[in-house]
């Protein structure tokens, strides 16, 4: 096994897989947990080493995992399939960390970047079916695999302690960025203070809708399997579609440098939309309907200042390729607020529009 490095050979070596280990290569574009293509004389894999940072509780992360894929299975979605272990456990703990497997979900692809508003359109539809099955789950069963996860207001105060403690040296080389979150602190909590007060229901929803996290079909460009499940839990629909619209309705890479690329699309807006209205119609409600808009800033806001902050703090969360990588992050998620600010009240006459056309 030329390409295998020895302790991933002896991690692969644990689990069931079908033919014998041809390659093992890095895979995919997720910032968490580190994700490799596992070729066999037979077939193909997923293996993840998981990250135990991020999630400490392995445990209740898989039993989630478990939870989530059967019943998805059970209502007859195509979902992530777990491999076990050669002795039957849903992960493994080896020296080097704890891994888990999946079947590889075979003739798919992923975009990091929407090619046209059409597959945004059904990436939509995927979303929205996804929340209306995680209506009939039992909520009570999950685990609530990364407390405060879409708390704004939450994610603002480790922002500031971030920003306080600057530990890795860096906030004078991003004064103008750290302003602009700390001009829009006023608008954190609107969907949270929702939640807490009834005006906004509790369901369970993804809470990572970025378009890397569905897999399409490579010939009908249909979506196939909503993947990366570890953060499914109660939370907000708002926080599926505002996060969706914050990757996906962009004409550019969420680490694009060159800010002149960077823009918010309404046509994609408005594709995305049509696809996640057409399925959530039945259930969505008038409060949820007029926050449609507004949480796209706020989930661009959120994770842009999560990205500013890791970069504060020496990137120590999200996986990065040079030292600036979370400040460019966070430097595409403020033009997009800036330009969804410009836009409001041309998504709020899309999301209308889109209302009438489902009804
Ligand atoms: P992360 O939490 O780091 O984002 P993901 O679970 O999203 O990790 O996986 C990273 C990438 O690996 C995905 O964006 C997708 O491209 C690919 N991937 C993950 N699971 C599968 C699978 N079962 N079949 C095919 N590709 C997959
Ligand atoms: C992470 O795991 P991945 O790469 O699909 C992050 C999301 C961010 C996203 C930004 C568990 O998603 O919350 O929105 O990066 N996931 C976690 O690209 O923190
Ligand atoms: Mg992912």
Known sequence: MPEITQPLASVVSQFSFMGDVKSVVPYGGGHIN????????????????????????????????????AFLR?????????????????????????????KFIEHTVYYDL??????????????????????????????????????????????NEALKADKAG????????????????????VVMDGLADGSIPLRVTH?????????MDETTHKA??????DTVMPGSLLFDFGDSMRFGASTALEDEQDLSKVHFNTEFFRAYAQGFI????????????????????????????????????????FATAYPEHNLVRSRTQIKLVQEMEQKASETHKIIDEVMTEVQ
């Not at 196939?224 to 499940?229: C, E, G, P, Q, V």
Request: charged share 25%.
């Open 34 to 69: 580190v994700t490799f293509l596992v070729t066999t004389s037979e077939t193909r894999y997923i293996l993840q080493k998981m990250n135990t940072s991020v999630f400490p509780d392995t445990v209740h992360l898989m039993r989630n995992i478990e939870l989530v894929t």
């Open 74 to 102: 059970s209502r007859g979605q195509e979902t992530l399939e777990l491999i076990p272990t050669k002795d039957n456990k849903t992960w493994l703990e080896a020296p080097s960390g704890k891994y888990r497997a999946y």
């Open 114 to 159: 929407v090619p046209n508003a059409s597959i945004f359109r059904d990436a939509g539809a995927a979303f929205g079916n996804f929340q209306n099955d995680l209506a009939q789950f039992d909520a009570s069963e999950l685990t609530e695999t990364i407390q405060h996860f879409h708390d704004t207001p939450h994610r603002f105060a480790d922002f």
């Open 170 to 189: 860096r906030a004078d080389t991003c004064r103008p960025e750290i302003d602009f979150y700390l001009n829009h602190a006023d608008q954190y909590s």
């Open 207 to 215: 809470n990572d809708t970025k378009l890397n996290n569905i897999l």
């Open 224 to 229: 196939r399997a909503i993947i990366d499940l």
């Open 278 to 317: 057409g399925e959530v119609h039945p259930s969505i409600t008038e409060p949820e309907i007029d926050l449609l808009p507004f949480s796209a800033n706020l989930l661009t806001l959120e994770c842009g200042m999560r990205f500013l902050a890791d970069y504060l703090a020496g990137d120590t969360y």
